[in-house]
């Protein structure tokens, strides 16, 4: 079958539901009931939430317990280039006459009630899951957790609450507080939780749901600690010390996230060879990632060209601190947004590191952020900003004013997808 195969069903589904958030678990209980109930023939099941960090700790968990010779599933989202990247079936994605088919499923049982893109999507992954042998599946959130597609699960292995800040304020709320409520809407009773760096207010949702269910806390700074010492990663719970490589993820903000992992792994009873594969074989593309050679970095001419798909006030202060321990090189970014996030708050940290911003329109993004709107706020913390019509103008635009330059394509996983699949 032909790769539009798929790709004509996803579409059919983007139809049936004229709101493309909309947090309830009501159709997805739906159909998941007329499919069977597939979530309850899955292998055990580790289900991550977060703001910052979710994906980058999964990629490590899956490649830790990979490492230690497990058949791992594995269901995030956003994709950058295909649909296919969702979904990996005991290590390898899933292959294009496997997802047509569990998609075509779905469609038909669904038969035509109101349901969502993510919802029924959601469904579909569970269902292939549950129909080839694993040894683990890790679900990642896609928004929230209490009312999340993903959040069906009723006793899985573990759970994991990575770093939460503010983000998607209209559906989780404007406070710290109320985000992690719907964060913490994933711990169910009695099942341990790790849990990375929290800032107070977050902390303290957190531990008060975990008292309420008898969820054993597994906390960084308290259960376990994770840093960098003489160039190594240094992990230590109360079972001793791991002495490991700094993660092949580059970024400071990449120790914590391995932390996470490694606090998961010691939990399931992994041994250092897990621990050694977390951090030295995960692949998470489009995060902080240096571009191969192909028709972007083309387009460059030169320069040194990255791409990081954060977009929140969180990953803006994270990317600020790469950027800074980074060999001095003239730096310049190119920048697409949604509306919907904090402009300003990602932008502020990367001020005294980037040169000028040139912003862009994300490309078939109805939702993107007018050019020079995000120009202004980059105005406004203090960086030269202008517009280009499109990516390849900017990035010559910029080869042509600062040769050999560093330049970092930043501000939205969409604008990191199109990249990808444009760079070839």
Same mark, same amino acid.
């Given at each position: 079958?032909?790769?539009?195969?798929?790709?004509?069903?996803?579409?059919?589904?983007?139809?049936?539901?004229?709101?493309? /958030?909309?947090?309830?678990?009501?159709?997805?209980?739906?159909?998941?009931?007329?499919?069977?109930?597939?979530?309850?023939?899955?292998?055990?099941?580790?289900?991550?939430?977060?703001?910052?960090?979710?994906?980058?700790?999964?990629?490590?968990?899956?490649?830790?317990?990979?490492?230690?010779?497990?058949?791992?599933?594995?269901?995030?989202?956003?994709?950058?280039?295909?649909?296919?990247?969702?979904?990996?079936?005991?290590?390898?994605?899933?292959?294009?006459?496997?997802?047509?088919?569990?998609?075509?499923?779905?469609? $038909? +049982?669904?038969?035509?009630?109101? /349901?969502?893109?993510?919802?029924?999507?959601?469904? +579909?992954?569970? #269902?292939?899951?549950?129909?080839?042998?694993?040894?683990?599946?890790?679900?990642?959130?896609?928004?929230?957790?209490?009312?999340?597609?993903?959040?069906?699960?009723?006793?899985? +292995? !573990? @759970?994991?609450?990575?770093?939460?800040?503010?983000?998607?304020?209209?559906?989780?709320?404007? @406070?710290?507080?109320?985000?992690?409520?719907?964060? $913490?809407?994933?711990?169910?009773?009695?099942?341990?939780?790790?849990?990375?760096?929290?800032?107070?207010?977050?902390?303290?949702?957190?531990?008060?749901?975990?008292?309420?269910?008898?969820?054993?806390?597994?906390?960084?700074?308290?259960?376990?600690?994770?840093?960098?010492?003489?160039?190594?990663?240094?992990?230590?719970?109360?079972?001793? !010390?791991?002495?490991?490589?700094?993660?092949?993820?580059?970024? +400071?903000?990449?120790?914590?996230?391995?932390?996470?992992?490694?606090?998961? !792994?010691?939990?399931?009873?992994?041994?250092?060879?897990?621990? %050694?594969?977390?951090?030295?074989?995960?692949?998470?593309?489009?995060?902080?990632?240096?571009?191969?050679?192909?028709?972007?970095?083309?387009?460059?001419?030169?320069?040194?060209?990255? #791409?990081?798909?954060?977009?929140?006030?969180?990953?803006?202060?994270?990317?600020?601190?790469?950027?800074?321990?980074?060999?001095?090189?003239?730096?310049? #970014?190119?920048?697409?947004?949604?509306?919907?996030?904090?402009?300003?708050?990602?932008?502020?940290?990367?001020?005294?590191?980037?040169?000028?911003?040139?912003?862009?329109?994300?490309?078939?993004?109805?939702?993107?952020?007018?050019?020079? @709107?995000?120009?202004?706020?980059?105005?406004?913390?203090?960086?030269?900003?202008? %517009?280009?019509?499109?990516?390849?103008?900017?990035?010559?635009?910029?080869?042509?004013?600062?040769?050999?330059?560093?330049?970092?394509?930043?501000?939205?996983?969409?604008?990191?997808?199109?990249?990808?699949?444009?760079?070839?």
């Amino acid at each position: 079958m032909s790769a539009a195969t798929s790709d004509v069903i996803l579409e059919r589904m983007m139809s049936l539901h004229p709101k493309i /958030i909309d947090l309830t678990l009501d159709r997805v209980w739906r159909l998941l009931d007329r499919l069977g109930n597939p979530q309850e023939a899955l292998p055990p099941v580790i289900h991550i939430a977060g703001t910052n960090g979710k994906g980058s700790s999964l990629a490590m968990l899956r490649a830790g317990l990979e490492g230690a010779g497990l058949r791992v599933h594995a269901y995030t989202s956003p994709h950058l280039a295909r649909f296919h990247e969702r979904i990996r079936l005991a290590g390898d994605l899933i292959e294009e006459d496997t997802l047509t088919a569990v998609l075509d499923e779905c469609y $038909a +049982a669904n038969a035509g009630a109101p /349901i969502t893109y993510f919802e029924i999507t959601t469904c +579909a992954a569970l #269902l292939v899951m549950s129909r080839v042998p694993a040894d683990y599946a890790l679900l990642e959130v896609g928004l929230g957790g209490r009312l999340d597609a993903t959040n069906v699960i009723a006793r899985p +292995a !573990l @759970t994991m609450i990575t770093p939460l800040s503010i983000d998607h304020e209209q559906f989780l709320g404007n @406070t710290l507080a109320k985000i992690a409520a719907e964060k $913490a809407g994933i711990l169910k009773r009695g099942v341990p939780c790790v849990v990375g760096p929290q800032q107070e207010p977050a902390m303290e949702v957190i531990e008060q749901r975990a008292a309420r269910l008898g969820v054993p806390l597994i906390a960084q700074g308290q259960h376990w600690h994770v840093g960098q010492e003489h160039g190594r990663l240094v992990f230590q719970d109360e079972t001793g !010390l791991v002495d490991l490589p700094l993660p092949n993820l580059p970024g +400071a903000h990449q120790i914590e996230n391995a932390g996470a992992a490694l606090a998961a !792994l010691r939990h399931l009873g992994l041994g250092e060879a897990a621990c %050694t594969s977390a951090v030295t074989r995960a692949d998470w593309p489009g995060r902080l990632q240096r571009l191969p050679e192909g028709a972007i970095t083309r387009a460059a001419r030169g320069c040194e060209l990255w #791409l990081d798909g954060g977009h929140n006030a969180s990953a803006g202060a994270a990317l600020g601190r790469h950027l800074a321990g980074l060999p001095a090189r003239s730096t310049h #970014l190119v920048c697409g947004m949604l509306n919907t996030k904090d402009v300003s708050g990602y932008i502020a940290p990367l001020a005294e590191q980037a040169e000028s911003l040139t912003a862009i329109a994300i490309p078939g993004e109805a939702n993107t952020l007018p050019p020079e @709107t995000l120009a202004e706020a980059a105005r406004a913390s203090g960086i030269e900003a202008t %517009t280009a019509p499109g990516l390849t103008e900017a990035l010559k635009g910029i080869a042509a004013q600062a040769p050999g330059a560093r330049i970092l394509i930043c501000g939205s996983l969409y604008l990191a997808g199109h990249v990808l699949r444009e760079n070839g």
